[in-house]
């Protein structure tokens, strides 16, 4: 079952009694499994047909029995198994007897990051229940993701709004749900949002900021890179998310330079290291400042600075501007 199927079984109020929900995309898991609880448990009977528990408390008897208690005033109990992946070798294989005869009367969800579909507890599940998957948007899915978003909350971007939303918020659909209600809050009565509307209200310098003081150091303008790296600080970012937002960006540069390495063009290029197509260029020129052998050490730059900053009668300013001038000299 696809997560579109999965919505339309909701929906048609045709649940079937187990399922398993998986994948990298939390946004969109966390959304079906809150459609889930809505249409099997209104929220009156949930103190006595709700049953919400991780991986590691499953014991599977009392799971077991819980599942076959006939609901109380509602037609279906419901049971969520967050972090399934947690569940023990032992939990699983005294699960098994319930998932090859489960009852109608019980909607049981798992909920995991992963799975490995080779095992037998998979292999049965699928037989008797459906098996969900929920996979990270590519980048040239964002902005269909975005417009239509924006359209069920009756709003409409221009191409040139949607471009700079897609640009500042990156691949984060949370952070692209949040960012998205705020525009939408923002423009009021307003039915089209453009670039203005975007500029005003999605407004991440933090960004902008990294990719400039990226091309500081790859233009070897030690100066400039400082100026930079004492703004992100006035802007309030701490230290340690300097160094974190560093390391995030050139873990997408050394990502970027293999795949150069390898002739892969740029949506490929895009799409594996998840970064926005509108980045894609910038990203690709940032990469070949580097030699390849350089990317190691610059880790290797990363890990002494995070241990020193962490330690005791640190100076966090002298310490950081080392660490550029360490890099102004590698590139």
Not at 116 to 143: C, M, W
Request: charge should be neutral.
């Amino acid at each position: 079952m696809t997560p579109v199927e999965l919505n339309k079984a909701i929906a048609a109020n045709k649940l079937p009694p187990l399922i398993y929900l998986y994948g990298e995309e939390a946004f969109l898991l966390e959304e079906s499994l809150t459609a889930i609880m809505d249409a099997v448990v209104d929220e009156a009977s949930r103190d006595f047909n709700l049953l919400v528990t991780s991986g590691k408390e499953v014991d599977a008897v009392e799971l077991i029995d819980t599942a076959r208690t006939y609901p109380v005033f509602s037609a279906r109990r419901l049971i969520i198994v967050k972090q399934a992946q947690n569940l023990s070798a032992a939990v699983i294989e005294g699960l098994l007897s319930y998932i090859v005869a489960p009852v109608d009367e019980c909607c049981v969800v798992f909920c995991a990051d992963r799975i490995d579909k080779r095992k037998k507890f998979f292999q049965t599940f699928k037989k008797h229940g459906e098996l969900v998957e929920f996979k990270s948007l590519y980048a040239n899915k964002i902005p269909p993701f975005v417009r239509d978003r924006a359209r069920h909350m009756g709003k409409q971007f221009s191409e040139d709004g949607l471009q700079l939303f897609c640009q500042r918020v990156g691949t984060n659909l949370s952070e692209i749900n949040g960012e998205l209600h705020k525009l939408v809050s923002y423009c009021g009565q307003q039915s089209l949002i453009d670039v203005a509307d975007v500029a005003a209200v999605v407004c991440d310098t933090r960004i902008d900021s990294i990719f400039d003081l990226t091309d500081a150091v790859g233009a070897k303008q030690l100066s400039q890179a400082l100026i930079l790296c004492e703004r992100l600080q006035v802007e309030g970012e701490a230290p340690l998310k300097i160094l974190a937002m560093l390391t995030r960006h050139f873990r997408q540069l050394w990502k970027t330079s293999s795949l150069l390495g390898l002739s892969a063009t740029k949506q490929e290029i895009a799409r594996t290291v998840g970064i926005n197509p509108y980045f894609a260029e910038r990203v690709m020129r940032q990469s070949r400042q580097f030699k390849p052998k350089d990317y190691p050490r610059v880790f290797e730059l990363f890990l002494q600075l995070d241990v020193a900053l962490k330690s005791s009668g640190s100076h966090p300013q002298a310490l950081l501007q080392k660490l550029l001038t360490e890099l102004v000299q590698m590139a």
